[in-house]
Structures are given as structure tokens and as C-alpha cells.
């Protein structure tokens, strides 16, 4: 990831490269999006399941 980032920022003027986020600052935001997807699908099932289950009662 350090060479990606090296490389990236060879392609950008030096005195514009700390407004710029690195490649793998850019890539761990994703990560962190794709894990709030994740949980966000989480939360729809067990949501849908929770009054069949017991855990929560249902909303009637």
C-alpha cells in the first residue's frame, strides 16, 4: 500500500499533496462505508425476524 501511496503522490505537486487524501486513506473509507452496508443489512433481517423470535415485541 506505501508504494501505491508513493506513487499517487509522485503525480501531485508538492505543495498541494497534504490537501489530497492517500490512496489508502481513501481506500479505508470505504472499507469503513462498506461496513455500515453490512451492518445496515444486519439491522433489516433482525429486524424482520425479531417478533417471530421473541427478542423484541412485535409492533401491532
Known amino acids: 500500500m506505501a508504494v501505491l501511496d508513493s506513487l499517487a503522490a509522485s503525480e501531485i505537486p508538492a505543495e498541494h499533496r497534504d490537501e489530497l ?23 433489516q433481517v433482525t429486524d424482520l425476524v425479531a417478533p417471530v423470535t421473541g427478542l423484541l415485541p412485535a409492533v401491532g
Open 21 to 43: 487524501p492517500s490512496v489508502s486513506q481513501q481506500l479505508s473509507g470505504l472499507n469503513r462505508v462498506n461496513d455500515l452496508n453490512r451492518l445496515n443489512e444486519l439491522h
